[in-house]
């Protein structure tokens, strides 16, 4: 099952980082989209303050800086310039001259006006600044406002329609907290419906899983069940060959080997009945290590090494050279032996078959812990990409089983470099 959860567990962990990535980047999004938000507010709280409260009653007077009028417009409106956020205002002319401020003794001073105060002042709409911005902050930002946040708008005066810059400074504080508000809003638009596609894709995803795991489940069981009629049917075969034509044979041999010794029977036929001996006694051999193949005797890790042996037994009848050589394998448990046998006779019968090869070596180590298997040829060898499927599909086969047991099963190989087949395994 560690095969079908990696997908989905990677499937998980991209779908993770990447619904993290949505929210980081709506989250900056969403908190740039306030903070514009809360100064288009601003601007324009600042615009209707402006036209519907200051421009009515700004005169020529004001203008001209005549004595008595900026009482008279301090008593009419200041209460109402001063509201929200709003903590000062200032009134520019074109010249840069302050008309009108709350702070008495900044009427009068001339300071340049910037760049945006002049755009403001020649194509009207609004204008902001920052504290911590460039531009002419006649207001200091202490410790009663903090920081603030200047808005300006272009005005008129009623009868000349001189043009006048009004400008508020609010409380950048409180210009924060609607941002956060904003923010907040947004926010929720933004994670509500991402959380509930998590819900919904974790449903989801349950329910593949579920049936990846099921469907898993059910092919083990199909592989386990094809392998255990395919033992028990190699099992009768060996049983009946083995209780039949072996003991028939074997009597056969016993029976020329006996006659041969007879006294009675001549030199000729001596010499026939000794070489029909031998041939069935090699045929025999050959047997056995066929029923070897075909069905392994009840396996123990003591007995892996014997086992192997007999594995190999037929590499020397088609040319190759095979050795066999098992180390540490003794604290193994039976059921990991047979395992290590079972993967070991696909791959040697895959060598003899299809590699070609003149030497052939299985190597068994174990270290208490860990158990390796690798067969190794110098065959033809073959290309992974392209080989047939009625070629190693045993040892796809097994890859489950070993999977199961907790190991890993590797093919290496390519054309004209041979073949190895590494199996590891814990002992226990």
Same mark, same amino acid.
């Given at each position: ?7 989905? %567990?990677? !499937? ?5 980082? %990447? ?39 700004? *005169? ?13 417009? $301090? ?77 300006? &708008?272009? #005005?008129? *005066? ?7 810059? !009004? =400008? ?20 929720? #638009? ?7 596609? #998590? ?23 199909? /592989? ?6 395919? $033992? ?7 049983? $009946? ?11 056969? @041999? !016993?029976? /020329? ?7 009675? *029977? ?50 020397? @009848? ?12 003794? &604290? ?11 993967? @070991? ?28 298997? =690798? ?7 073959? $290309? ?25 099963? =590797? ?12 199996? =590891?395994?814990?002992?226990?």
């Amino acid at each position: 099952m560690r095969v079908l959860r990696s997908p989905v %567990t990677l !499937f998980l962990v991209v779908g993770l980082l %990447t619904v993290a990535a949505i929210v980081v980047g709506t989250g900056f999004l969403a908190d740039r989209a306030a903070s514009s938000e809360a100064t288009a507010e601003a601007r324009g709280t600042t615009r209707v303050i402006a036209r519907s409260v200051a421009q009515p009653v700004v *005169t020529d007077e004001l203008l001209a800086g005549r004595a008595g009028t900026i009482d008279r417009f $301090d008593r009419k409106v200041l209460k109402r310039l001063l509201v929200g956020d709003i903590v000062h205002v200032v009134i520019w002319s074109r010249s840069g001259r302050i008309v009108y401020s709350d702070e008495i003794a900044l009427i009068g001073r001339r300071l340049h006006l910037d760049a945006d105060q002049e755009r403001v002042l020649d194509h009207g709409g609004t204008g902001s600044a920052r504290s911590d911005e460039s531009g002419n902050q006649v207001i200091p930002a202490d410790a009663e406002t903090g920081k603030v946040l200047r808005t300006f &708008t272009r #005005i008129e *005066t009623p009868r000349r329609h001189k043009a006048l810059l !009004f =400008e508020a400074y609010s409380s950048l504080d409180e210009v924060e907290s609607r941002r956060q508000e904003i923010y907040s809003s947004f926010r929720w #638009i933004t994670v509500g419906p991402l959380l509930l596609l #998590i819900v919904v894709v974790t449903l989801i995803l349950r329910v593949l899983t579920g049936q990846l795991t099921r469907a898993g489940k059910e092919r083990e069981q199909l /592989l386990r069940s094809a392998i255990d009629a395919s $033992d028990a049917e190699r099992r009768r075969i060996a049983r $009946d060959l083995h209780d039949g034509v072996v003991q028939d044979l074997a009597g056969t @041999a !016993f029976s /020329l080997s006996a006659l041969s010794r007879d006294p009675a *029977t001549d030199g000729k036929t001596r010499s026939s009945l000794q070489g029909a001996a031998r041939s069935l006694r090699e045929g025999l051999k050959s047997l056995r290590s066929l029923l070897v193949e075909i069905h392994p005797p009840e396996l123990r890790a003591e007995s892996l090494p014997a086992a192997l042996a007999d594995l190999t037994a037929p590499a020397g @009848a088609s040319g190759i050279q095979a050795s066999v050589s098992v180390e540490g394998a003794e &604290t193994a448990t039976d059921e990991r032996a047979a395992l290590v046998w079972r993967v @070991a006779q696909e791959a040697v019968r895959n060598a003899l078959r299809h590699s070609a090869a003149s030497t052939l070596a299985v190597t068994v180590r174990g270290d208490g812990r860990h158990l390796t298997l =690798e067969v190794v040829d110098d065959g033809v060898g073959f $290309d992974p990409t392209r080989v047939r499927d009625s070629e190693h599909f045993g040892l796809r086969g097994l890859r489950s089983l070993v999977a199961e047991a907790g190991g890993t099963l =590797e093919v290496r190989s390519s054309p004209h470099e041979g073949t190895t087949v590494r199996m =590891e395994v814990d002992a226990r």
